[in-house]
T-cell receptor
Framework: GIQVEQSPPDLILQEGANSTLRCNFSDSVNNLQWFHQNPWGQLINLFYIPSGTKQNGRLSATTVATERYSLLYISSSQTTDSGVYFCAVAGANSKLTFGKGITLSVRP | DVKVTQSSRYLVKRTGEKVFLECVQDMDHENMFWYRQDPGLGLRLIYF???????EKGDIPEGYSVSREKKERFSLILESASTNQTSMYLC???????????????FGSGTRLTVV
């Protein structure tokens, strides 16, 4: 199956800083999603982005499908951005495979 | 907004018990999924369903079964619970419809199951 690698595994930021989270995948995909899991365990879909660039407030994402990576940008980070960020991809079999996640801690 | 509701937030069961985890979604989504999440292993797909009465095995189906008798409800069954099934269980749904916004998964808040 498709392999998904996220980096860095852990990230500590001061409030107000910007950050870039990376997702590499091993094969062609037709589905790529970014999720945020808050400290209470709830997973929230941030972006559906198999290719191209999208923005939603302080968050934006870019997927370069031909080079098999996606980036999630967080600008002006806030303490509520803390949690785990997952990248998940699916290829022809349509089964979404998750990366191990990136744990982000934003300090006030 | 789409809502995916899991029946229990916390559950404690004994080894050998039959356990039912229920998931209900209210947006007429065709697709429903069960994942388990364990530290260091991320989310792993147990079973999924693309339609009523249809089911397909995910990556770790052993020890589990599922039921989808109605479109809005997808049940995960542990036939004989074991301690290695202690985990966080997450249900998700999505639509097969067109349009980018419809392709994203919506997750429930999870059920933390402890088997003793």
């Amino acid at each position: 199956g498709i392999q998904v690698e996220q980096s860095p595994p852990d990230l500590i930021l001061q409030e107000g800083a910007n950050s870039t989270l990376r997702c590499n995948f091993s094969d062609s995909v037709n589905n790529l999603q970014w999720f945020h899991q808050n400290p209470w365990g709830q997973l929230i879909n941030l972006f559906y982005i198999p290719s191209g660039t999208k923005q939603n407030g302080r968050l934006s994402a870019t997927t370069v499908a031909t080079e098999r990576y996606s980036l999630l940008y967080i600008s002006s980070s806030q303490t509520t951005d803390s949690g785990v960020y997952f990248c998940a991809v699916a290829g022809a079999n349509s089964k979404l495979t998750f990366g191990k996640g990136i744990t982000l801690s934003v300090r006030p | 907004d789409v809502k995916v509701t899991q029946s229990s937030r916390y559950l404690v069961k004994r080894t050998g018990e039959k356990v039912f985890l229920e998931c209900v979604q209210d947006m007429d989504h065709e697709n429903m999924f069960w994942y388990r999440q364990d530290p260091g292993l991320g989310l792993r797909l147990i079973y999924f369903s693309y339609d009523v009465k249809m089911k397909e095995k995910g990556d770790i189906p052993e020890g589990y079964s599922v039921s989808r008798e109605k479109k809005e409800r997808f049940s995960l069954i542990l036939e004989s619970a074991s301690t290695n099934q202690t985990s966080m269980y997450l249900c998700a749904s999505s639509t097969s419809g067109t349009g980018e916004r419809t392709k994203g998964y919506t997750f429930g808040s999870g059920t933390r199951l402890t088997v003793v």
